[in-house]
């Protein structure tokens, strides 16, 4: 569900700024299929703030998303992200198992530091494929992500073929699932809805075309996780993220024979510093969320080779800077 009061909206807005499009940074999401025998209804991806998520697992389900896995109908879904500032792409059609669609998203709010996507999946009840609030990669990366099945659990998964309409029981069968080999006839799954968003158990399914308790062929449409996979690239050229810098100004102070202290500015990227690594002649001594270092244990009259390295919040590790000293004698 969208984590974020609507009442809150206007003042979301306001406090974003809207930056200019001069500042927009584009990325490539490619959504694949990944099963046998499923199909996807139109696939919405979006990058939205970090204060915010399309479903939770183990909570109950947004009205949007039980409309979206329910009936394969995005549109609500889009217009609420979109109404705190997001920026959100959706596809037009179904995607057949093993296809694979791809959006260009232009991110012209700084503060959409997050990309999520969802998808029902049919012949489905109430499920469907989703990833919730990934980092974006830096510039020139491309980061996968493997997608599991869920099931929204607002509709009791009877696995018969119906509307499709939120609070109607069954489930949608446009022309390609029918043809992928769905049945009529079945008396129904004997369940109810869960009441929560939760991984999806997969579909029993049977083996009779036209009665049975599911309208799901099992030798066609059962599948295990993952069911997607979805792959973000940033793209490149003026809007691409930098690596952490060099660490500027090292420099080291001798106390004793047996200790020493180095000391560093903090180093610039285009994302956020975790922290440094320190290394001693080579040695990975320690990663810390500091600009100095200090050690007491060392042997008198020794030159020492200290190395530090910037680490960004995406793991890219930074040129490293060094600087030698020696304890006295």
């Known amino acids: 569900m969208i984590s974020m ?9 306001a406090s974003l700024g809207m930056a200019s499009a001069a500042n927009a940074t584009e990325y490539e999401v490619t959504v694949t299929n990944l099963t046998s025998g499923l199909y ?39 217009a609420l992200l979109e109404s705190i500032g997001s920026t959100v792409a959706t596809g037009d ?27 029902m999946l049919l012949p489905t009840n109430d499920g469907f494929a989703g990833l919730n609030s990934i980092r974006f990669p830096e510039g020139g990366m491309t980061m996968s992500y493997d997608v599991n099945g869920y099931d929204a659990g607002t509709e009791a998964n009877d696995e018969i073929i119906g509307s499709g309409a ?20 079945g008396h129904g799954v004997d369940v109810t809805a869960e009441g929560f968003v939760h991984i999806h158990r997969n579909v029993i399914g049977d083996l009779d075309s036209t009665g049975g308790p599911s309208d799901i062929n099992a030798a066609v449409h ?11 690239t940033r793209l490149g050229g003026d809007n691409a993220a930098n690596g952490p810098s060099r660490v500027p100004s090292l420099t080291a102070a001798t106390y004793s024979s047996t200790s020493v202290e180095i000391f560093w500015e903090e180093a610039t990227t285009d994302t956020a510093i975790a922290g440094y ?27 020492y080779r200290y190395e530090v390295r910037a680490i960004d919040i995406n793991g890219v590790v930074g040129e490293a800077a060094s600087v030698t000293v020696s304890t006295n004698s």
Do not use: C, Y
């Open 40 to 78: 996807f209804t139109p696939v919405l991806v979006a990058a939205h703030p970090s204060s915010a998520a399309i479903f939770r697992a183990g909570e109950a389900a947004s009205s949007e998303l039980q409309i979206l896995a329910e009936g394969g109908n995005v549109a609500p879904m889009a």
């Open 222 to 232: 059962r599948w295990l996780n993952p069911v997607a996979r979805v792959s973000v």
């Open 93 to 119: 059609s179904l995607l057949a198992p093993g296809a694979s669609v791809s959006f260009t998203i232009n991110n012209t709010n700084p503060d959409n530091s997050r990309l999520s996507m969802a998808a």
């Open 277 to 303: 690594e320190i290394r001693r002649d080579g040695e990975l001594l320690n990663t810390l969320d500091a600009r100095s270092f200090f050690e007491n244990t060392l042997a008198p009259g020794t030159e």
């Open 166 to 185: 939120p609070g109607e029981a069954g489930f949608p069968a446009p022309p390609p699932v029918v043809a992928s080999g769905t049945g009529t006839g």
């Open 5 to 13: 009061k609507r009442t809150a909206v206007t003042a979301l807005l």
